[in-house]
């Protein structure tokens, strides 16, 4: 099944600011009375957005689709996962992004993506071991002076 969805890597171009606003102001427009499809196109810009905040809207704004409307969850499930794979979510991205390679095993922005969320956590789990490794090199230093100190003082 062919997807129109955008590859994961044009997500990290943000929406011109000037598109931002119309989708926001389509959205507060509507006001209580607001459409699903501006709804998704609303959070769709925000997800798209370099602002933390926008993106943190965006994720909201979807999942209250995608809880509150079964016929749109399969279009919320890739911006879903985009937006926490943004917002630092790796394991949320992750959830979402395999619930629609479960329904979609080709869909090839989902697969993209999964490669990026996999890399982003590879990545990180390196960082943590040199941290962890150079908290516990610094603690064995520290350590060894204590332990010459307290030698040195008998």
């Known amino acids: ?3 129109n969805l955008p590859y ?7 929406l011109p600011p000037a598109e931002l606003q119309v ?3 389509q959205y507060e427009k509507e006001g209580d009375y607001v459409g699903v499809q501006t709804k998704f196109n609303y959070a769709w810009g925000l997800i798209k957005s370099s602002s933390r905040p926008d993106q943190q809207l965006g994720v909201q704004l979807l999942s209250d689709i995608f809880k509150t409307i079964p016929e749109r969850r399969r279009e919320c499930l890739y911006y879903l996962a985009l937006g926490n794979y943004k917002l630092g979510n790796y394991a949320e991205a992750r959830r979402y ?3 629609l390679l ?4 080709g869909n090839l922005q989902s697969q993209s993506l999964q490669g ?6 590879s990545k990180e789990g390196m960082y943590g071991l ?4 150079g908290v516990a090199v610094a603690a064995g230093v520290l350590g060894g002076m204590l332990m010459r100190n307290a030698r040195a003082r008998r």
């Not at 994961?8 to 943000?14: G, I, K, N, Q, T």
């Not at 990026?116 to 956590?121: E, M, N, P, S």
């Not at 040199?130 to 490794?133: L, P, T």
């Open 1 to 3: 099944m062919a997807s």
């Open 8 to 14: 994961a890597a044009d997500a990290e171009s943000p």
């Open 23 to 25: 989708l926001r102001s």
């Open 97 to 99: 992004n395999e619930l």
């Open 102 to 105: 479960d329904k979609e095993p």
């Open 116 to 121: 990026l969320i996999d890399d982003k956590v």
């Open 130 to 133: 040199a941290i962890a490794g």
